[in-house]
T-cell receptor, first 116, second 112 residues
Framework: GAGVSQTPSNKVTEKGKYVELRCDPI?????LYWYRQSLGQGPEFLIY????????DSGLPNDRFFAVRPEGSVSTLKIQRTERGDSAVYLC??????????????FGEGSRLTVL | DAKTTQPPSMDCAEGRAANLPCNHS???????VYWYRQIHSQGPQYIIH???NNETNEMASLIITEDRKSSTLILPHATLRDTAVYYC?????????????FGSGTQLTVLP
């Protein structure tokens, strides 16, 4: 389809392991966002990219979290030394930028991460 | 971005109008009101946004008070598929790609 695609949809890992979550935005969308959502809470902002560069990474909780978008399209969220508290649904969204940006973000279905 | 206040939960009978309130008393002149919803196990979905005039689209209507300190999202004929968490968000728009800041939202349950 033409929507935002996230893989994997589910990931179970052990405490201390490294995890990568992938987001494939809508074609032509220059802005890409990562959010994290814990059970019963609203999505929490992590980072957003404008093109290849991180325009705002103020939401990343600590240096174990890192995200890249090397070619301005697909993005990967990387989590090192995972902790049980990292268990959540990680949501990716994309949007147009500039005068076409009406503030409408298109979200993917999310990647559910469970750290045992 | 200005903060918003929403009731944690609401019920609505199927086929009736669902009116979801939102307070945003500290909204600035250049901030828009956005509404998103999140159906269980899905990502949030954009519904509608507005600045000061009432807005309507195929999904809903947005009524913003004249002083812009509050708004109401109206789903004119709620169906069971409208059961979701509804988020009211205030943000500067147009030319800004800044992120949306989500609160806890209102859990709307449409009852048969």
């Amino acid at each position: 389809g033409a929507g935002v695609s996230q893989t994997p949809s589910n990931k179970v890992t052990e405490k201390g392991k490294y995890v990568e979550l992938r987001c494939d935005p809508i074609s032509g969308h220059t802005a890409l966002y990562w959010y994290r959502q814990s059970l019963g809470q609203g999505p929490e902002f992590l980072i957003y990219f404008q093109g290849t560069g991180a325009a705002d990474d103020s939401g990343l909780p600590n240096d174990r979290f890192f995200a890249v978008r090397p070619e301005g399209s697909v993005s990967t969220l990387k989590i090192q030394r995972t902790e049980r508290g990292d268990s959540a649904v990680y949501l990716c969204a994309s949007s147009l930028y500039g005068t076409a940006n009406t503030g409408e973000l298109f979200f993917g279905e999310g990647s559910r991460l469970t750290v045992l | 971005d200005a903060k918003t206040t929403q009731p944690p939960s609401m019920d609505c009978a199927e086929g009736r109008a669902a009116n979801l309130p939102c307070n945003h008393s500290t909204i600035s002149g250049n901030e828009y009101v956005y509404w998103y919803r999140q159906i269980h196990s899905q990502g949030p979905q954009y519904i509608i946004h507005g600045l000061k005039n009432n807005e309507t689209n195929e999904m809903a209507s947005l009524i913003i008070t004249e002083d812009r300190k509050s708004s109401t999202l109206i789903l004119p004929h709620a169906t069971l598929r409208d059961t979701a968490v509804y988020y009211c968000i205030v943000r500067v728009a147009f030319g800004s790609a800044r992120q949306l800041t989500f609160g806890s939202g209102t859990q709307l349950t449409v009852l048969p």
